[in-house]
């Protein structure tokens, strides 16, 4: 028998029996999806989080109190409240003399409070942060202006709302935020009332940066955010914005010189202060984010055995269902191969349209899923690489000839005159 006929006959003998072919082929469908979407994840996960790192640049450093691994989780995540970092250590790093190449030096502490304006309350969190926060972090003001070292040093009551706090609190009054006073009150503060302060700024819509909403925050002086709201004289971080990317090292090793001086350490094991490289926590989680998506990718495959299993089962009960048609098929001249080649055909047509249908359902779900998590304001990327559909159609196709050929092959072998009696 030609080809095109073994086609026409393997799609007769499919459409015959569509509640078993529908069966056979869902258990695949289930499995390409699931590598398509679970490949789209990875990517689009990986993308969100280098996406929030790499806004700060690769000329960006940050410096944490207490000593820990540079590549490992800074021991704040833990609870540990570490106090070694202080106002006048920021101050010694702004020293051009000393760091030459610390473009801008920027302190600050961060915490949870509750702001009202007349009826209106609501929650965020505060930075306490000093003037060169704006340019740290690139912010672009929507009204106002963000505060000046004077009005910093000054300890003024002021306060720079971000995008989401001004349309929360002022939105629907439609009221100009610039001049209106609001208070403040953190959680460790008793006073119902609040702090006082006066708005001279609001941040334009700034989305997320390194996991943290910049809309949802309020920006004070600093020593109004240790001292009045947080209790507090210690720093939480000091960031450092590099002139050039080239002079990362170079500044890595001045700032140590400097910490290591004003904290009189002499010996490693007393260093209590972290000096992380935004650029290699690219490489590090560029690596572990690229491991985690092979390792998704597998566990998704392991649904494209399941789905090869069934074939397995399914083209074996088929065979045995169809003896006395092989049998036949035989005794009026067909060759063992014909008979396996049908088979296999079978096999193979049924996870190829699996393969294409899981596919579809896979572009879409993850489309689907990007959609929703742009929606919760998440810089998130359909990804979906040629590599992967052509990976999932060849393991499909793969998973049919695989499992399909056992039973092609023991269709072949049957005795033409035994199939015919079998009942």
Known sequence: MDFLGTIKLVFRVLLARKGRSFLTILGIVIGVAGVIIIIALGAGAQSLILGQITKLGSDFLVIEPGKSNEKGPPVQIFGIVVTTLTNSDAEALKNSAQVPHAKNVNAMVSGSVTVSWQSKTIDTNVVGTDSEYKNVFNLKMQKGHFFEQQQERGNANIAVLGYSVSKDLFGQADVNPIGQVIKVRSSSQAEAGGIPLRVIGVVAETGTAFFQDMDDQIFVPLTIGQQQLLG?????????????????NQTINDIKNVMNQRHR?????????????????????????????????????????????GILNIMLATVAERTREIGLRKAVG??????????????????????????????????????????????????????????????????????????????????PIEALHYE
């Open 232 to 248: 507090i004289r210690y720093l939480q971080m000091i960031h450092v914005k590099v002139d050039s990317s080239e002079n990362i």
């Open 265 to 309: 350490i002499r010996k490693e094991v007393d260093v209590d202060y972290t000096v992380r490289n935004i650029a290699d926590a690219v490489a590090v989680l560029s690596t572990i984010t690229n491991a985690l998506r092979l390792f998704l990718t597998a566990m998704a495959a392991i649904a494209l055995v399941v789905g090869g299993t």
């Open 334 to 415: 067909a060759s063992n191969s014909a008979v396996r080649n049908q088979f296999l055909l079978e096999a193979g047509t049924l996870t190829f349209l699996g393969g294409i249908i899981g596919i579809i359902i896979g572009v879409i779900i993850s489309y689907l899923i990007s959609l929703l998590m742009r929606y919760l304001g998440y810089d998130w990327a359909f990804v979906v690489s040629i590599w992967s559909v052509f990976l999932a159609v060849a393991v499909s196709i793969l998973t049919g000839v695989i499992f399909g050929l056992y039973p092609a092959l023991k269709a072949s072998k049957l005795n």
